[in-house]
Protein backbone atom coordinates (compact mmCIF):
# COMPACT_ATOMS: atom_id res chain seq x y z
CA UNK A 1 0.00 0.00 0.00
CA UNK A 2 1.84 2.85 1.09
CA UNK A 3 1.84 5.97 -1.00
CA UNK A 4 -0.35 4.21 -3.21
CA UNK A 5 -2.90 3.70 -0.58
CA UNK A 6 -4.82 6.84 -1.32
CA UNK A 7 -7.85 6.07 -3.50
CA UNK A 8 -7.85 6.68 -7.29
CA UNK A 9 -10.49 6.77 -9.81
CA UNK A 10 -9.85 7.00 -13.32
CA UNK A 11 -12.57 8.48 -15.41
CA UNK A 12 -13.69 6.20 -18.41
CA UNK A 13 -15.21 7.81 -21.33
CA UNK A 14 -17.85 5.55 -22.37
CA UNK A 15 -17.44 7.33 -25.79
CA UNK A 16 -14.70 5.27 -26.01
CA UNK A 17 -15.93 1.60 -26.41
CA UNK A 18 -12.29 0.21 -27.35
CA UNK A 19 -9.03 0.94 -26.04
CA UNK A 20 -7.70 4.15 -28.39
CA UNK A 21 -4.14 3.18 -29.63
CA UNK A 22 -2.98 6.43 -28.52
CA UNK A 23 -0.48 7.75 -25.89
CA UNK A 24 -2.03 9.94 -23.55
CA UNK A 25 -1.03 11.59 -20.34
CA UNK A 26 -3.21 12.68 -17.57
CA UNK A 27 -3.37 16.79 -16.79
CA UNK A 28 -1.34 17.74 -13.69
CA UNK A 29 -3.73 19.94 -12.07
CA UNK A 30 -7.46 18.27 -13.00
CA UNK A 31 -6.42 14.75 -14.10
CA UNK A 32 -7.92 14.96 -17.50
CA UNK A 33 -6.75 12.41 -20.05
CA UNK A 34 -5.49 14.44 -22.98
CA UNK A 35 -4.70 12.21 -25.84
CA UNK A 36 -1.73 12.96 -27.51
CA UNK A 37 -3.05 11.57 -30.77
CA UNK A 38 -6.00 11.60 -33.13
CA UNK A 39 -8.48 9.09 -33.72
CA UNK A 40 -6.78 8.46 -37.10
CA UNK A 41 -3.24 8.32 -35.34
CA UNK A 42 -2.14 11.78 -36.45
CA UNK A 43 0.06 13.40 -33.52
CA UNK A 44 -2.29 16.47 -31.88
CA UNK A 45 -0.09 19.50 -31.40
CA UNK A 46 -1.02 22.50 -28.64
CA UNK A 47 -3.00 19.62 -26.73
CA UNK A 48 -0.47 19.86 -23.74
CA UNK A 49 1.65 23.23 -21.88
CA UNK A 50 3.83 22.62 -19.52
CA UNK A 51 3.32 24.50 -16.32
CA UNK A 52 6.76 26.32 -14.55
CA UNK A 53 5.29 26.05 -11.53
CA UNK A 54 5.06 22.50 -10.54
CA UNK A 55 6.83 20.87 -13.27
CA UNK A 56 3.83 19.08 -14.89
CA UNK A 57 2.28 18.98 -18.30
CA UNK A 58 -1.45 20.27 -18.07
CA UNK A 59 -4.06 20.16 -20.20
CA UNK A 60 -4.76 24.08 -22.05
CA UNK A 61 -8.25 24.71 -19.89
CA UNK A 62 -5.69 24.33 -17.33
CA UNK A 63 -3.05 26.76 -18.44
CA UNK A 64 -5.42 28.97 -19.35
CA UNK A 65 -6.80 29.97 -15.90
CA UNK A 66 -2.79 30.96 -15.34
CA UNK A 67 -2.94 29.01 -11.91
CA UNK A 68 -0.94 26.16 -10.63
CA UNK A 69 -3.39 24.05 -8.89
CA UNK A 70 -1.94 20.38 -8.94
CA UNK A 71 -4.51 18.11 -8.40
CA UNK A 72 -2.30 16.25 -5.07
CA UNK A 73 -2.90 19.61 -3.58
CA UNK A 74 -6.57 19.71 -3.96
CA UNK A 75 -6.41 16.25 -2.79
CA UNK A 76 -4.30 17.01 0.56
CA UNK A 77 -7.16 19.86 1.24
CA UNK A 78 -9.87 17.94 0.51
CA UNK A 79 -8.26 15.14 2.87
CA UNK A 80 -7.47 17.43 5.92
CA UNK A 81 -10.52 18.75 5.68
CA UNK A 82 -12.14 15.36 6.32
CA UNK A 83 -10.21 14.68 8.77
CA UNK A 84 -11.28 18.20 10.78
CA UNK A 85 -14.55 17.33 10.02
CA UNK A 86 -13.91 13.63 11.82
CA UNK A 87 -12.19 15.31 14.68
CA UNK A 88 -15.17 17.45 15.69
CA UNK A 89 -17.62 14.81 15.34
CA UNK A 90 -20.02 15.47 12.01
ZN1 LIG B 1 -6.27 20.06 -16.69
ZN1 LIG C 1 1.19 23.46 -11.93
Request: hydrophobic share 30%; aromatic share 2%.
Amino acid sequence: MGARSRGYARIVDPALAKPQESDTITCGHCQKVVHLHDRTGKARSGVLVHCHQCGSQTCVPCAETARCEPFEKKLDQIEARGRLLAAIGI
